[in-house]
């Protein structure tokens, strides 16, 4: 199994990016996929979710409206366009892969990629 993480790097405020997050040796379409972010001393959060199919997205309330995801199920790809980028956007930031509940449970995270905002 493994989460291939890409498209980091150094932008300017207002800049944009796009993310992507290669998967391989699951069934990537029946997996919820979401995008994580730690900035430095800070905990990890959740920016974005979507569901397996990718009727349904949900976002960070700071990331709203500014970023976007999405997913190829053909590519096995989940993606994060990043608009309108702002300082406190820089984190390393990560995928995560997730099915089931309990010992059913398959839960798997990609190495990460910096994304640093800065002028």
């Known amino acids: 199994v493994q989460l291939v993480e890409s498209g980091g790097g150094l932008v300017q405020p207002g800049g944009s990016l796009t993310l992507s997050c290669a998967a391989s040796?699951?069934?990537?379409?029946?997996?919820?996929m979401s995008w994580y972010r730690q900035a430095p001393g800070k905990a990890r959060e959740l920016v974005a979710t979507?569901?397996?199919?990718?009727?349904?997205?949900n976002y960070l309330d700071s990331v709203k409206g500014r970023f976007t995801i999405s997913r190829d199920n053909a590519k096995d790809t989940v993606y994060l366009q990043m608009n309108s980028l702002k300082p406190d956007d820089t984190a390393v930031y990560y995928c995560?892969?997730?099915?089931?509940?309990?010992?059913?449970?398959?839960?798997?995270w990609g190495q990460g990629t910096q994304v640093t905002v800065s002028s």
């Open positions: 995560r892969a997730e099915r089931g509940a309990g010992y059913f449970r398959n839960d798997y």
């Open positions: 040796g699951f069934t990537f379409s029946t997996y919820l």
């Open positions: 979507i569901t397996s199919a990718g009727g349904i997205t």
